[in-house]
């Protein structure tokens, strides 16, 4: 098949068409309008395509065609380059503008091509021809290592998922009691591992197996309480990865492309505490505990990075801080209503607690990411569940 696709500053609305086709093209041409910048969202856009290929030893013959849609003699050459070819042409013009994307439209349907509308909420497109239209359902649904190739980023490094799942024993129990652990983080702190070791005999070990204290309960490193940070993101990603997400990373470092942060001011290397990718749609998770947080910052740094992943991106950030005034019914919390509100206006979904609640935990992640509980855990929550409430009844 030979795919043509109208090349944009939003790439994620034409990717997962470019996606689902993958092995089957054999010629990809980018129309691109005369604008510089749009010129240079093309070369990007073939560049990220090759390296795709590359990667996947695909053989695809890649063209790009600068086209002025406001010229009548480029519509007529174009309408002239495509007139009588075979139905094998897709027009692939998610996002794109209107008058272009009418004008090619007409130039392929009346050369018995066929014309693809991507729909990012649904994960569907609309196959058009001059019999009609079908909707399909996306059958290729990209990991977050494709879909940041396409998007011409790089991952630098990442948390091995394997080792995090290896100390899941310690992880739940150094961070199933909030105010147990930010004593421990403290006592840490302070350097005080004997008084440690005689209030929680129980946690040493598994402190020791997290790599913050030696076999003699002496703290490794000036600041080994600080990678209390990090082992909270490895415990959130294994309540995360109970969920059916396409794929997940963990503490990930992205380069994103350079192109695209200069035009969109934003930093060159991003970190990510959890990313996540369900058909098609980004969604990340930062992680926080303690009360050293910019909560406004931290929702604008969010609300940047889904502008650069496009409209269909969702973040939610994760803080658990120390209850400061347990004698009263409601402490003051870091993310207080105007700053939920104002963080809900953009798409931030908000998780702040005293303490970690598993079952409040899942339904910020359902309404943040629109993701269910797999099978598996789906049934357990459910067995769990009634276990509990027939321990109520029986007390």
């Not at 969010?302 to 992943?309: A, P, V």
Request: hydrophobic share 35%; with cysteine.
């Amino acid at each position: 098949m030979e795919l043509l696709t109208i090349v944009h500053a939003r790439k994620i609305d034409y990717l997962p068409i470019i996606y689902e086709f993958t092995g089957k093209i054999t010629r990809h041409i980018l129309f691109h309008d005369h604008d510089k910048i749009e010129r240079d969202y093309a070369y990007e856009l073939k560049a990220s395509i090759e390296n795709f290929n590359k990667k996947y030893n695909i053989e695809t013959e890649i063209a790009m065609i600068e086209i002025d849609e406001d010229s009548k003699k480029d519509m007529q050459r174009i309408a002239e380059v495509f007139s009588g070819n075979s139905k094998e042409i897709y027009l692939n013009g998610a996002g794109a503008d209107t008058a272009l994307f009418t004008v090619l439209s007409s130039i392929v349907l009346r050369n018995e091509g066929h014309v693809v509308a991507y729909d990012n909420d649904d994960n569907t497109y609309n196959l058009i021809s001059k019999d009609g239209f079908f909707n399909k359902k996306i059958e290729n649904n990209m990991n977050l290592e494709d879909f940041l190739l396409l998007m011409g980023d790089i991952i630098l490094e990442e948390q091995s998922k394997e080792e995090i799942v290896k100390q899941k024993e310690e992880l739940e129990l150094l961070f199933s009691d909030a105010k147990r652990m930010f004593n421990i983080r403290f006592l840490l702190k302070q350097r005080k591992t004997k008084e440690l070791k005689k209030r929680y005999p129980k946690v040493i070990e598994a402190l020791q197996k997290l790599d913050i204290v030696d076999e003699h309960s002496n703290m490794k490193g000036q600041e080994a309480f600080v990678h209390f940070g990090y082992l909270f993101e490895a415990f959130v990603y294994l309540h995360v990865e109970k969920f059916a997400f396409d794929d997940v990373k963990v503490g990930a470092r992205i380069r994103f492309d350079e192109g695209q942060v200069e035009r969109r001011n934003i930093e060159v290397s991003n970190e990510f505490d959890i990313l996540t990718i369900k058909e098609n749609k980004i969604g990340f998770i930062e992680c926080k505990i303690g009360d050293s947080l910019d909560p406004l910052g931290s929702i604008y740094k969010s609300d940047s990075i889904m502008e650069y992943f496009g409209q269909s991106a969702s973040s939610l950030i994760v803080n658990i801080e120390r209850n400061k005034t347990p004698h009263k019914k409601k402490s003051k919390k870091n993310f207080g209503e105007s700053l939920i509100y104002r963080a809900e206006t953009k798409r931030v979904m908000i998780y702040n607690a005293f303490d970690f609640s598993t079952n409040k935990f899942r339904t910020k992640i359902k309404q943040a990411f629109n993701v269910e509980l797999k099978e598996e855990h789906k049934k357990q929550f459910e067995k769990d569940g009634l276990k509990s409430l027939q321990d109520r009844w029986e007390r």
